[in-house]
């Protein structure tokens, strides 16, 4: 099974500021990669597919980069509303794991 | 619009068998994929296992002894059957649509989720 390494597990980060979180994937998934936003007791939502595709309605402060086995999320310019957990999953053979999450909290 | 709904017990005693069903609306079970995710109280997200539009399925190696998916295409619905529950398996049980078309297999719609204890 492919592991994906999420960093980090936490963030205190202000309005306005920008942040990058990291998923490394056991083994080379090809840019087959989502990331996913989760606001406490809500499911989650898909913001970015295929490691750089915003979904619909993403605004475009989020951005996903990477390839082979290292990918990132940045959000630029954080607004109240980002905070929340944020967990990237991988789609290169079953099972799809999820990475461990980062939470992002207000400083 | 699109809309998943899970319906769970609630409370299950351990060593019992725990069956989850996702209804879900506009859009047909022939053509997308629909997975379970779950959620341990204060954890992160376990991705379960897949029903696609054919009807095969995909499980988490760790639990495709424990675990099955099956659907009802007329009806809409989606099943989730866990069985010889134990403590651990305590979580909240999301399922989730998958768009292969646009969206390479991630999830873009998710049902709100149901919430399972074990427990005697």
């Known amino acids: 099974d492919i592991q994906m390494t999420q960093s980090p597990a936490s963030l205190s980060v202000s309005v306005g500021e920008t942040v990058t979180i990291t998923c490394r994937a056991s083994?080379?998934?090809?840019?087959?990669l989502a990331w996913y936003q989760q606001k406490q007791g809500k499911s989650p939502q898909l913001l970015v597919y295929a490691a750089t595709n915003l979904a619909d309605g993403v605004p475009s402060r989020f951005s996903g980069s990477g390839s082979g086995t290292q990918y990132s999320l940045k959000i630029n310019s954080l607004q109240s509303e980002d905070f929340g957990s944020y967990y990237c999953q991988h789609f290169w053979g079953t099972p799809y794991t999820f990475g461990g999450g980062t939470k992002l909290e207000i400083k | 619009q699109v809309q998943l709904k899970e319906s769970g017990p609630g409370l299950v005693a351990p060593s019992q068998s725990l069956s989850i069903t996702c209804t879900v609306s506009g859009f047909s079970l022939t053509s997308y994929g629909v997975s379970w995710v779950r959620q341990p109280p204060g954890k992160g997200l376990e991705w379960l296992g897949v029903i696609w539009g054919d009807g095969s399925t995909n499980y988490h190696s760790a639990l495709i002894s424990r675990l099955s998916i099956s659907k009802d295409n007329s009806k809409s619905q989606v099943f989730l059957k866990l069985n010889s529950l134990q403590t651990d398996d305590t979580a909240t049980y999301y399922c989730?649509?998958?768009?292969?078309?646009?969206?390479?297999?991630?999830?873009?719609?998710w049902g709100q989720g149901t919430s399972v204890t074990v427990s005697s």
């Open positions: 989730a649509k998958e768009d292969g078309y646009r969206y390479g297999y991630a999830m873009d719609y």
């Open positions: 083994e080379n998934i090809y840019s087959n």
